[in-house]
């Protein structure tokens, strides 16, 4: 929408149909935590160093690509944090899970690390045949592109097809010769499966991966969207510094490249989680709506001269949008008229504004091109019209 109408942003989101402006929550977490960003940035300067001598001194090839992955993502895990995006989080944390036990798996099995390098070349034919792109081109950018593509399905066929006859066809589905809870018991990580298995219901969109932002409130459901998920921000920051602070432990385990540093900065990240909890637990509190958000309700106007118009009324936002006239708009105009005229309606000083009732159970398109424009254009100031009456069925 163009406009918030007349939300009072004076008061607290839970007030106000849990409505934020754009960037509302992510400032308040931000001023809220101003220890975190010192904490971070400590982090952030020790883990420099160690990624520098890890690019430099890795000569196991399916590690250093793991590290990559591993180190863009907590990187990612970081700016999600800082700004309450509970969701974007969850997903990093889950695959630093995954790169931990990964690493552990290519730093310890010669035949993993060959297997893991060697998957590469599936990623290469999907990327060949990942041809959407040239519906969207002509010309000679559509000949370029179709060019690269089958470039890289040649360059990668023959590792291909060698791989696959060395490991089986499995290996098209997946690089390692065991599951991901199987490696991550091998390697002492099978505890945090579980934290695995409940934020990989956020990537797969399962009917739980909602936290944060879904709940019921007075028996409506009530989704949020367009915001950040706090439940999720607090679980994934003390879960991804928990892996991230273990991966950089495994990495001087098995590569002798000092991080104890590194170590001390994210351990500190993570004693300060009970605060970033606590806080971020206050800031949902205050953001849920205290009841469910009104439903977009067809609004029909009655101006003076007899003529009509229907709406798309928006009460959460106080917003209004020109509407087609409904299928039924026929016989629901003339009964309003024909209630208007007996008098069975008692209307203060409309101020040359048209009599309006909103019409339940019924619903309006609003008109192509249209803009939302303030309710009170129409209605009586400080006096929202709901009336409740009129019913369609």
């Not at 940035?41 to 793991?66: C, D, G, K, M, P």
């Not at 909602?210 to 709940?215: E, F, I, K, R």
Request: overall charge neutral; hydrophobic content about 40%.
């Amino acid at each position: 929408m163009s406009t918030h109408g007349s939300i009072n942003f004076s008061s607290l989101a839970s007030k106000r149909y849990g409505i934020s402006a754009r960037g509302e929550l992510q400032s308040s977490v931000q001023r809220t935590l101003n220890e975190l960003p010192k904490l971070l940035n400590a982090v952030i300067e020790e883990l420099a160093t160690v990624v520098r001598r890890f690019f430099t001194e890795t000569a196991n090839q399916a590690a250093s690509i793991v590290g990559n992955h591993a180190f863009n993502d907590f990187d990612g895990l970081i700016d999600a944090l800082i700004v309450g995006d509970g969701r974007s989080a969850a997903r990093a944390c889950r695959s630093l899970y995954e790169h931990l036990v990964n690493y552990c798996e290519v730093v310890t099995s010669n035949e993993a690390a060959e297997r893991y390098v060697a998957h590469r070349a599936v990623t290469a034919e999907s990327l060949s045949r990942l041809d959407g792109g040239l519906k969207q081109l002509k010309g000679r950018d559509y000949k370029r592109e179709r060019q690269r593509l089958a470039k890289i399905g040649r360059e990668s066929e023959s590792d291909l097809r060698a791989a696959v006859a060395k490991f089986g066809k499995s290996f098209r589905r997946d690089w390692a010769s065991r599951n991901l809870r199987d490696r991550a018991v091998a390697h002492g990580y099978g505890d945090d499966y579980e934290v695995y298995r409940l934020l990989s219901q956020v990537t797969h969109g399962s009917g739980g991966g909602v936290l944060g932002s879904y709940t019921h409130i007075s028996g409506s459901a009530v989704h949020r969207t367009g915001g950040p998920s706090l439940e999720l921000a607090v679980i994934s920051y003390l879960e991804g510094m928990t892996f991230f602070r273990n991966f950089a432990r495994e990495i001087e385990s098995h590569q002798a490249i000092p991080t104890r540093e590194l170590v001390i900065a994210l351990e500190k990240v993570i004693a300060y989680w009970p605060i970033y909890r606590d806080a971020l637990q206050a800031l949902d509190k205050d953001t849920w709506p205290i009841e469910p958000p009104p439903s977009p309700a067809p609004v029909l106007a009655l101006y003076p001269g007899g003529g009509t118009r229907w709406f798309l009324w928006e009460p959460a936002y106080m917003l209004l949008k020109r509407a087609h006239r409904p299928e039924e708009a026929d016989w629901i105009e003339e009964d309003f008229k024909k209630k208007v005229a007996s008098g069975e309606l008692i209307f203060p000083d409309l101020q040359g504004r048209p009599i309006t009732t909103a019409v339940h159970d019924l619903q309006v398109a609003p008109l192509e091109g249209a803009e939302w424009f303030p309710a009170d254009a129409i209605f009586l100031p400080l006096e929202p019209h709901n009336v409740n009456w009129f019913n369609a069925k």
